[in-house]
């Protein structure tokens, strides 16, 4: 396989930790310090602690870059091996403050947001959804937490027309503005909630693994064509261009019922055609 088209992800896990079992030197946030072959380690002023254990601390782990499912699943084990092989309940919690970012790249020259329609991430949202809610690895608790703080402040649902027009912020389920950076895009939406058992942590890390693989083969699909040509008549294209200097969504209605939306720019240019 060509290595530039292999499959590249990134994994931040955001956690309390029990100080009096492990503990950690902190870099600053951004410039973590190395931990083991896969990890740096580093603070976040986001994170509060649960205040489940009697010295805790809290910090944001950030694995380098893994090119393979091999890879991916020696940084989680090197993770757990962090933790001196304690139950999880007894040296890790994760609150709502708490993320789990998935960052997904093919290369720097390639953009996922470019190649894949805003319906394939919304499709692959639901395979997440759907295999959390059906995992007989998760406690039902779990899976209740996992799922409730999917949609929050800083990892907010994304919309069509938002998608296309690229009036995202970096806080939401999808921030294209890291892949514009060369970070992959960056899934912001998943978390450990409720995990309270280094089974569920695999469980949800396997779940996370398969959903971005389907997306990484998507790519190859007759799904990742977004752009389409269309025949404007005159009294469309006038609509189109008088309104472009706003930044408009103009729908055309096609023979048989079928709608044909456009997403202008502020400076005229048709950005994509979704039919």
């Known amino acids: 396989m060509d290595k530039r088209n292999r499959i590249k992800i990134g994994i931040e896990i955001e956690c309390c930790y029990n100080r009096d079992i492990v503990d950690f030197e902190r870099g600053s946030y951004h410039d973590g310090i190395s931990a083991?072959?896969?990890?740096?380690?580093?603070?976040?002023?986001?994170?509060?602690?649960s205040h489940i254990f009697d010295n805790e601390n809290n910090a944001e782990f950030v694995s380098s870059i893994l090119g393979s499912k091999k890879t991916y699943i020696k940084a989680l084990k090197e993770f757990?091996?962090?933790?001196?092989?304690?139950?999880l309940s007894e040296v890790l919690d994760f609150n709502n403050s708490c993320g789990n970012h998935i960052h997904i790249g093919i290369n720097n020259k390639k953009k996922y947001h470019n190649k894949l329609s805003f319906d394939i991430f919304a499709e692959m949202r639901e395979k997440y959804f759907k295999a959390i809610k059906e995992s007989d690895k998760l406690s039902e608790d779990t899976k209740e937490k996992i799922l409730n703080q999917y949609f929050r402040g800083y990892a907010q649902k994304i919309n069509k027309?938002?998608?296309?027009?690229?009036?995202l912020s970096r806080g939401v389920e999808f921030n294209k503005q890291s892949e514009n950076s060369g970070l992959g895009i960056e899934w912001r939406s998943v978390n450990l909630c409720g995990v309270k058992t280094w089974t569920e942590f695999n469980a949800v890390f396997e779940i996370i693994y398969n959903?971005?693989?389907?997306?990484?083969?998507?790519?190859?699909?007759?799904?990742?064509?977004?752009f389409k040509a269309l025949r404007l008549n005159r009294v469309k294209l006038n609509e189109l261009q008088s309104g472009a200097t706003k930044g408009i969504i103009l729908t055309i209605e096609k023979k048989g019922g079928e709608n044909i939306t456009l997403n202008i720019k502020s400076d005229c240019e048709v950005l994509q055609c979704v039919i």
């Open 161 to 167: 027309s938002a998608w296309y027009l690229n009036r």
């Open 211 to 226: 959903c971005v693989e389907w997306l990484f083969k998507q790519r190859t699909t007759s799904h990742k064509g977004k």
């Open 36 to 49: 083991g072959n896969s990890w740096k380690i580093e603070g976040d002023g986001s994170l509060r602690n």
């Open 80 to 87: 757990r091996d962090f933790f001196k092989g304690y139950p």
